[in-house]
């Protein structure tokens, strides 16, 4: 039986190597892994989450979607339920980008809990980093766009976790603080 703390670590490693050679669309490239890591870190600390599927799934969310990783090898690796959940999280990199927004927005609702809590950390993520780390060729109006469209996506989600729902409004109204500030 492999103790928890161990099952965590593998799936670090297991992402940091598949990640390897990816880097975030900050000016300074951060290392792909950052983001995993981070997603996991709120779900622990910040939804004080101690499922380790869903810490796992956290590591693993972008796994399928962004690098060679095939869900047999999840499964393989951490089992069906990590597999699963990483699943529900992945888009079809097949459709268009504009559908696999619509997507998201309509499949929210109907997420697994464990799936919900993923897919909020991981906009409370992404709405800290187009807040302070923007990629460099966003306008303020894509990234005003972005906000918009993830506080659609967190809409389907709510009831999951009262603390990452708390943190994701309070990082959301920063954003737009910092996007739209209020005249004075
Ligand atoms: P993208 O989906 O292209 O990029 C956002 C994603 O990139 C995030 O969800 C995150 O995904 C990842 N990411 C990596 N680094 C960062 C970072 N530093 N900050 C934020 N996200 C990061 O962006 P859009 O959602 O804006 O694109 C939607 C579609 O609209 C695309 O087809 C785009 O080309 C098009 N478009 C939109 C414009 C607009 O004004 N809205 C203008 C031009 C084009 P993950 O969590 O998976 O890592
Ligand atoms: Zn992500």
Redo the contacts with the bound molecule.
């Keep these: 039986m492999t103790l928890p703390t161990t099952a965590l670590l593998d799936a670090i490693h297991f992402a940091a190597t598949k990640h390897r050679d990816q880097r975030?669309?900050?000016p300074a490239a951060s290392p792909y892994i950052n983001?995993p890591i981070r997603v996991a870190q709120l779900l622990a600390s910040t939804g004080t989450v101690t499922d380790l599927v869903t810490l796992q799934g956290a590591l693993l969310h972008?796994t399928v979607?962004?690098t060679d990783t095939t869900p047999d090898e999840l499964t393989e690796l951490f089992g069906p339920e990590v597999q699963q959940v990483v699943a529900e999280v992945t888009d079809d990199k097949s459709l268009p980008?504009?559908d696999r927004?619509r997507l998201q927005i309509e499949h929210a609702p109907h997420l697994s809990h464990r799936a919900k809590q993923i897919k909020m950390a991981?906009k409370i993520?992404?709405i800290q980093?187009?807040t302070l780390?923007?990629?460099a060729d966003?306008?303020a109006?894509?990234r005003q766009?972005?906000l918009d469209?993830s506080e659609q996506v967190v809409a389907g989600c709510r009831g999951a976790n009262a603390a990452l729902e708390a943190l994701f409004d309070q990082s959301l109204a920063q954003g737009r603080q910092v996007l739209e500030p209020v005249a004075s």
Aim: hydrophobic share 15%.
């Design positions: 975030r669309k900050d983001h972008d979607e962004d980008k504009g927004k991981d993520a992404n980093d187009v780390s923007p990629p966003w306008s109006q894509r766009d972005y469209w």
